[in-house]
């Protein structure tokens, strides 16, 4: 593969900047949500910030699609050369933590305005799509936020609440409602919610959050271990099984130890029949893996947004305000969420298997969310680009 360095890059040549080729279901649903969704259009090619300087997976069979090696310096200098540059996805800015990992928020937060005014220095382009925002309470959190977002020339936000808060922040900021980029996928993809679980077994899926984001003594693996306790109530009968989804399997909030604890603790102690599924860099394996559940309780942002967009009913687990506000943006019922604390105290088994036999699903049409997410390809091109534009 020849390096995006080693040639002049045409004007709209974008670097595309997150967190890309590494193993998170989110991160990779988000880059292939972007780059089918530029199918349609000539007017950007993708040059991608990456882990390891490779294509990610999900994206390397496109056309118009470039890697380099993520890194602070070298993406300053890319965007210096290449003018344009696009910020993708994720719920970065927030100051939803504590102690050293705040600080390594700060500087992702950070991140963001050096690379966003490297590309603003030349009079190119920033974009953040699908962004979100928020909590945000301390004051470097805050401050960065309120600078930096004025750089970008659109933001796309995913949410209401996000831009409710970036409002609040910024009010100058030029923002526009819009939705997830994962919900561009391919309608190939997609079709997957057609597919109905055949086995008479009850079949649950749970994707649980390594990483805590509010105060408490107990570990993950605390949080988590009674939710055990229902689901024996709930497959115990039929002899189903429980199906445990790693969404994120590095770094310092990766899921992988405490699903692996889990799966042996639920094991153990409550006779569960338990899986680990664990292709956290293929969000398209993963979406037909959902398809499979006749419920998924999903804690991860996206673990509720592919649930979501595969059809399957779902009971979502606010362990971050972020969950809350897609609960809230895709009209999940109040009987579908479930906060950490039901966890502790014994979630509902009869509730969630109403959820699954009949299900109280999202108000938000596929089809609406869709046509909103089209804001972001939008941003891009500059034109009017519909949701059947995106399809096609």
């Known amino acids: 593969m020849r390096s995006a360095d080693d040639r002049r890059e045409p004007q709209r040549t974008f670097l595309v900047v997150g967190h890309f080729g590494g193993p998170n279901v989110g991160d990779e649903a988000m880059l292939l949500g972007l780059v089918e969704g530029l199918r349609v259009s000539s007017a950007a090619r993708l040059v991608i ?4 300087g490779e294509i990610p997976p999900a994206v390397v069979a496109f056309d118009g699609v470039e890697a380099c090696k993520r890194g602070i310096v070298s993406d300053v200098a890319r965007a210096i050369r290449l003018r344009n ?23 992702s937060l950070a991140r963001y305005v050096a690379i966003s005014a490297a590309a603003k220095l030349r009079g190119g382009q920033a974009l953040w799509l699908g962004m979100g925002f928020g909590p945000l309470h301390t004051r470097p959190g805050r401050l960065l936020c309120r600078y930096a977002t004025l750089l970008p020339d659109e933001i796309v936000v995913r949410d209401s609440a996000s831009l409710v808060w970036l409002r609040e922040i910024q009010p100058e900021a030029r923002a526009t409602l819009g939705f997830d980029l994962a919900a561009l996928m391919s309608d190939d993809y997609r079709r997957v919610s057609s597919v109905t679980p055949s086995s008479d077994r009850l079949v649950v899926g749970v994707a649980p959050a390594g990483v805590v984001h509010f105060p408490t003594e107990l570990t993950a693996i605390e949080l988590y271990k009674p939710l055990g306790r229902t689901l024996a109530e709930l497959v115990g009968r039929s002899g189903g099984i429980v199906r445990i989804f790693v969404f994120s399997g590095g770094g310092i909030d990766s899921d992988r130890a405490l699903v692996t604890a889990l799966e042996r603790t639920w094991r153990e102690d409550y006779s569960l029949d338990c899986e680990i599924l664990d292709r956290p860099d293929d969000p398209v394996w993963v979406m037909k893996e959902i398809s499979l559940c006749d419920v998924m309780i999903a804690a991860r942002y996206h673990s509720v947004m592919l649930s979501y967009l595969t059809g399957r009913p779902t009971v979502a687990l606010a362990y971050h305000t972020k969950v809350d506000q897609l609960a ?29 036999s009949c299900g109280r699903r999202p108000s938000l049409s596929l089809s609406d969310a869709r046509a909103r997410a089209a804001a972001n390809i939008r941003a891009i091109t500059g034109a009017w680009v519909t949701a059947g534009d995106v399809a096609a």
């Not at 910030?49 to 390891?52: A, E, G, I, L, P």
């Not at 540059?85 to 390594?104: E, P, S």
């Open 85 to 107: 540059v696009i910020f993708c996805g994720g719920t970065h800015f927030h100051d939803a933590f504590t102690g050293l990992r705040l600080w390594y928020q700060y500087l």
């Open 328 to 356: 809230d943006e895709i009209g999940l019922p109040d009987q579908a969420r479930l906060s950490l604390a039901n966890l502790r105290d014994g979630a509902d088994a009869d509730t969630i298997r109403t959820i699954a």
């Open 49 to 52: 910030s990456t882990k390891t």
